[in-house]
């Protein structure tokens, strides 16, 4: 309830007083001291009875509402009574002053309780405009510091606006003339209307609102400024209003008591004004007494406290009636705020009042202390189940009801006193606390009212807590890569099905996405981050969620960031700028470079634009000058790499255009592609547009003839290639050259290059022309052509009979070379080393190196005919290549020498040893790898002794495949060791068998003996036998009948049969056989010495060649295949025709 309020109407008069109680209250009402006679149940509001006089509701009310339990008491309420304020006669009120002036127009309003607003209007309800200059006061007068001319009018109106009573009354209005001046006014200083004096004293109350003013007079207008004297003004709750007069304090706190200072101030001087706020309270309570329900027997304690400025006194009363009224009691005492009521009964049962106050008013509190005595009851269900992880704590009730308060014991079964654990407390509202459970906590336990067979049970299961086995790391990832955070958890089988594994990043939860595949997770709690940019950096957490615990941990992906703020500032006429900018952060892996890059826009299709790196400088350079092309428009941008890789580019800097410039190159290409006799067709390769360097670009084009070098330029102007000249003649030669201009001046002077005219046929064919003939082939010779009238590409011939053969005598080629190998230094390089041809056929130009992977092939030229080898480097390790090299002359390229080959890789020692044993030696041997380099390793080996040292064999080879150590004891273990960079690469146990006697008297040598020499004799039988036997074999019985095989065409079909090299000799008894002395024949694969080296074709097929023990001539053997021109060794399986078989 209000403390005061005032009423102007019976109407007004409305006291509310409202309490609910068992039994229902009754309510009565004090007036000025004396009881009202009302009857009131239920509800205590009284309303002024509209027929009652107004003057008889004025004074202090109080309500008591009583029932059988006691009494509660309301504050003291003041009911002030007034009249509506009415409008007095007043005449309007006339007022000249002249300009430059002070002034105040006065507004007194009629006085009430409750102040009214004030609003200065004119006649049409407009509120005059208010300024530094024209200010409304806190007392309602208008305020003018000087006047203007614009300030006469006649209807300046006070309006005073009462809020309580509803009401708005209009004062007289009041008409203002301002006299013009008709010289320059005067200034004066300031002087203050209003506070007067130099200091004042003001009294605040804590939580009400608060106005210090401070208007001044003066020409010209004032400026007022205010301070704390004793303090900072931005520390209080003080604002500067109303256009810097009013100082406004809201709510007034104590830390705005202190001094303020006004200070109206221009330029002719100063006027000060000093507030000393003080700041005092109204009571307010600090502590409050709580209703509550006491048993018999028990002490009440009601602690009461209240502050204010000044201090408050606190008063004690008991259903309405204060202590000192009512009969002494010795089990109640009364210190300050405090009320102590021992051993109560149920008789003591009542309402206290406490009421504090001071100077500045009063406040009511009413405590309701309720004695009784009630059975005991247990209020929480029985059964409950309670759940927790272990090293958790976990809270049992048992909540109980009665008077006394009954008083509760815990117990678990089979187990000891609950109590003498030191993780177990009882609270008195009967809670059991465990702190940091554990398993055997499980059970279940029981809940007991003392001195009654009252209780409850409670389950309790103590679960495995979750951990986190593997915690995600701190990833270091490259741009555009793949992050993987591990979250390896364990939980509690039994919680499993309510297990989440949650993800965050930056405190923000990750949703799993499946349009992009940004973010997976996995069921083992993996966070897999795909594409990884530098928006993807920042702190991860992951945690695992039960129904009953928690658990996370955190990691964390490092992506470099972009460099920001690129600028640009220009140097050099435009042509060249400084480029700088911000490194973004490293993440922990320090920047080692930046990137620069440039897009060129004007002269590029935009669906064309590319970006192309201008510069790649050190990761500590913050700019870098960029020298650029002249009319073009560029934009440019900047990533930074460190050792994962780079940055997500920077943001794009503005574009920046180039100033136009001369052509600094010409075009390329520049060459005759003449066609009709008589034009020169000159063409070029076009330049790019932003090489045109300016606007008109055209092409000069330049011509003369070559064989004139005193003969003028001729010169025309094109804006694109082909340029025809006419009139030249047939096939002459001319210096041509094209230069790049364009509307700023011409490009640097052109290279010349030589161009031909158009051709024309021929006039005459070839004189001079003669045949001869050789058994059925015809040789025709003739002179070089003459008038040719264009470039001579050979002679076409034809023959009146078919029944000769056409021999064009032209320079024959180059044999292939004699050998080919291979060696590999390292996995990724092989050198080739080859010996020239045999039959080189002229003079040796270079050679053509061919090797071929897959379908990928790559040539190599070497123009030096005495180099025969060439470093092939970059090879893939992975891959078996075919190799050609063809030997070169002016003739043109001979057949190939192939060879398939592939790098060999780093070798090591070998480690799947097999070993024989002897007597005194251990023989080892292993498979060396196909492709493994030679390695060298020693072996070590120790005689199974306590005395004895290792012993070190010399350096074996790994590609050897084999080795012995010899001079071992007998019936002795060995301990071996095979070495790699001093480290133990392969460890072994050789056990010695002992010396057994001499073998050669063994039985079972003598019979191996014996049978061995028994199948020579037979053999030596069988040889003798067929030799006897003798008689003639011919290769080939018809070629005595055939004429010369090299006048004779040869066919396909016959390619490839036995032919004898001897020409027309026939093959005797005197013919060699593997049964002979000799190995075999001339033909035979002894003569091709003891290898045969397999070849590739280009085409990738097998070719068996072989090296004889002699020089091989050219023609019996080649890489290349066979062709009606060349006669080449028969095939292997043909050879065999020319053996005679033992059998």
């Known amino acids: ?308 400025i000044p201090t408050p006194t606190i008063t004690w009363s008991m259903n309405g009636q204060k202590l000192s009224e009512v009969d002494p009691d010795p089990r109640r005492s009364v210190k300050g705020g405090v009320l102590k009521l021992m051993d109560v009964e149920v008789s003591d049962t009542a309402v206290f009042q406490c009421e504090a106050h001071n100077k500045h008013g009063s406040i009511l509190l009413n405590t309701y202390i309720n004695v009784v005595e009630l059975p005991a009851q247990i209020l929480t269900p029985d059964g409950l189940q309670y759940r927790v992880t272990e090293m958790g704590d976990i809270s049992l009730k048992c909540e109980t009801f009665g008077s006394p308060q009954p008083h509760v014991t815990w117990e678990l079964q089979d187990s000891s006193p609950l109590l003498s654990l030191p993780h177990v407390s009882l609270l008195t509202d009967g809670t059991l606390q465990l702190f940091n459970t554990s398993r055997s906590d499980s059970g279940k336990y029981v809940c007991s009212v003392h001195e009654s067979n009252i209780s409850i049970t409670a389950h309790l299961d103590v679960y495995e807590r979750s951990v986190i086995l593997t915690s995600p790391d701190e990833v270091r990832a490259d741009r555009g890569s793949t992050a993987l955070l591990h979250c390896e958890s364990f939980t509690d089988p039994r919680l499993k099905h309510d297990r989440q594994i949650v993800w965050r990043k930056n405190g923000l939860k990750i949703q799993e996405s499946s349009a992009d595949d940004k973010f997976t997770m996995f069921a083992n709690g993996t966070l897999r981050v795909s594409s990884v940019d530098t928006n993807d950096s920042g702190e991860y957490s992951c945690e695992v969620i039960t129904s009953l615990d928690h658990t996370e941990a955190s990691g964390a992906i490092r992506v470099i960031d972009p460099p920001t703020d690129l600028s640009l500032s220009e140097a050099d006429a435009h042509m060249s700028i400084t480029l700088g900018w911000t490194p973004g952060h490293h993440h922990n892996s320090p920047i080692t470079a930046f990137i620069v890059e440039a897009r060129e826009e004007q002269h590029t299709e935009k669906s064309r634009w590319r970006w192309e790196e201008l510069k790649r400088v050190p990761g500590d350079v913050r700019e870098v000058e960029l020298l650029l092309h002249p009319f073009c428009t560029y934009r440019f941008r900047v990533t930074a790499v460190n050792e994962l890789g780079p940055s997500e580019p920077s943001q794009v800097s503005q574009e920046h255009s180039t100033q136009p410039a001369i052509p600094s190159s010409n075009p390329t290409g520049v060459h005759s592609e003449s066609k009709e006799p008589g034009t020169l067709v000159i063409t070029w390769d076009e330049m790019e547009k932003r090489l045109h360097n300016g606007h008109g670009f055209m092409y000069k084009v330049w011509w003369r003839k070559a064989s004139k070098k005193d003969q003028r330029w001729y010169f025309n102007s094109t804006s694109s290639p082909p340029f025809v000249v006419t009139g030249t003649g047939t096939y002459t030669p001319f210096e041509i050259k094209v230069q790049a201009v364009n509307a700023i001046g011409d490009g640097p002077n052109p290279k010349e290059e030589i161009g031909y005219s158009g051709e024309d046929v021929p006039l005459e064919a070839p004189g001079g022309v003669s045949t001869s003939v050789t058994n059925s082939t015809v040789i025709v010779k003739w002179n070089e052509a003459q008038n040719v009238r264009g470039l001579l590409l050979g002679y076409k011939t034809k023959a009146e009979y078919v029944s000769y053969t056409l021999i064009i005598v032209l320079p024959p080629a180059p044999g292939p070379p004699a050998s080919l190998s291979s060696e590999s230094p390292t996995d990724t390089t092989l050198i080739l080393t080859w010996t020239p041809p045999v039959e080189t056929n002229g003079i040796l130009l270079g050679y053509i190196v061919q090797y071929q992977q897959g379908k990928n092939t790559q040539y190599a030229f070497i123009d030096d005919p005495s180099t025969t080898h060439i470093e092939l480097q970059s090879l893939n390790s992975s891959s078996y290549y075919l190799f050609n090299v063809r030997a070169r002359t002016a003739a043109g390229e001979g057949p190939a020498t192939g060879l398939r080959a592939a790098t060999l890789l780093d070798g090591a020692p070998p480690t799947n040893v097999t070993m024989f044993f002897g007597d005194t030696y251990l023989n080892l041997s292993w498979v060396p790898g196909p492709r493994d380099r030679n390695y060298g390793f020693h072996i070590k080996y120790l005689r199974k002794s306590a005395e004895e040292t290792w012993q070190e064999s010399e350096l074996v080879n790994s590609t050897q495949g084999f080795y012995t150590l010899m001079g071992l004891e007998p019936g002795t273990t060995y301990h071996l060791v095979i070495l790699h960079h001093n480290n133990t690469h392969a460890l072994f146990v050789a056990e010695l068998s002992e010396m057994p006697g001499n073998f050669a008297t063994q039985g079972w040598f003598i019979g191996l003996i014996s049978a061995i020499v028994l199948l020579v004799l037979i053999l030596l039988i069988l040889c003798l036998i067929k030799r006897r036997k003798g008689g003639k074999y011919a290769v080939k019985d018809k070629e005595d009948k055939e004429v010369d095989s090299e006048a004779r065409p040869m066919k396909d079909e016959t390619f490839g049969e036995y032919r004898s090299v001897d020409g027309d000799e026939k093959r005797t008894d005197s013919q060699p056989s593997l049964c002979g002395s000799k190995l075999g024949s001339d033909d035979s694969l002894a003569e091709y010495g003891d290898s045969v080296d397999i070849q590739f074709n280009e085409d990738g097929s097998f070719i068996g060649q072989y090296s004889g023990r002699g020089p091989v001539p050219h023609g019996n053997e080649s890489s290349s295949p066979a062709s009606p021109m060349t006669t080449g060794p028969p095939p292997l399986a043909s050879r065999s025709k020319g053996f005679s078989n033992c059998n």
Not at 69 to 80: E, F, K, R, S
Not at 144 to 166: E, G, V
Not at 187 to 195: A, D, Q
Not at 248 to 266: I, K, P, W
């Open 1 to 308: 309830t209000p403390e005061s309020f005032t009423a102007f109407s019976p109407s007004d008069v409305v006291l509310d007083c409202e309490a609910r109680g068992n039994p229902t209250p009754s309510f009565r009402w004090v007036k000025d001291d004396e009881t009202l006679d009302l009857d009131l149940i239920g509800e205590g509001t009284i309303r002024a009875d509209k027929n009652d006089t107004l003057d008889q509701y004025h004074g202090s009310y109080r309500c008591y509402a009583s029932n059988t339990l006691g009494t509660a008491v309301t504050q003291t309420v003041h009911v002030i009574v007034e009249r509506h304020p009415v409008l007095q006669n007043q005449q309007k009120i006339y007022k000249r002053a002249s300009e430059g002036e002070s002034l105040v127009l006065s507004c007194s309003p009629p006085e009430s309780s409750t102040p009214p607003h004030i609003h200065w209007m004119d006649r049409r309800m407009v509120h005059i405009k208010l300024s530094e200059r024209v200010t409304a006061g806190l007392d309602g007068n208008l305020y003018f510091s000087n006047l203007l001319k614009s300030d006469s009018r006649p209807d300046y109106i006070c309006n005073a606006q009462y809020t309580t009573a509803m009401t708005v009354l209009p004062e007289t209005a009041v008409s203002l003339t301002v006299q013009p001046s008709n010289s320059v006014l005067p200034g004066r200083k300031p002087h203050l209307f209003t506070p007067s004096g130099f200091r004042s004293s003001v009294l605040a109350l804590k939580g009400n609102s608060l106005t210090l003013e401070c208007i001044p007079s003066g020409l010209p207008t004032p400026k007022v400024e205010w301070i704390k004297k004793d303090g900072n003004l931005e520390d209080t709750t003080g604002e500067v209003t109303n256009y810097g007069r009013w100082l406004q304090f809201e709510s007034v706190d104590q830390s705005d008591d202190g001094e303020y200072q006004c200070r109206a101030h221009n330029e002719h001087g100063e006027a000060k004004h000093s507030y000393t706020v003080t700041v005092e309270a109204a009571p307010y309570w600090v502590k409050e007494p709580q209703n509550l329900i006491y048993a018999p027997r028990e002490n009440v304690r009601l602690d009461c406290q209240a502050e204010g």
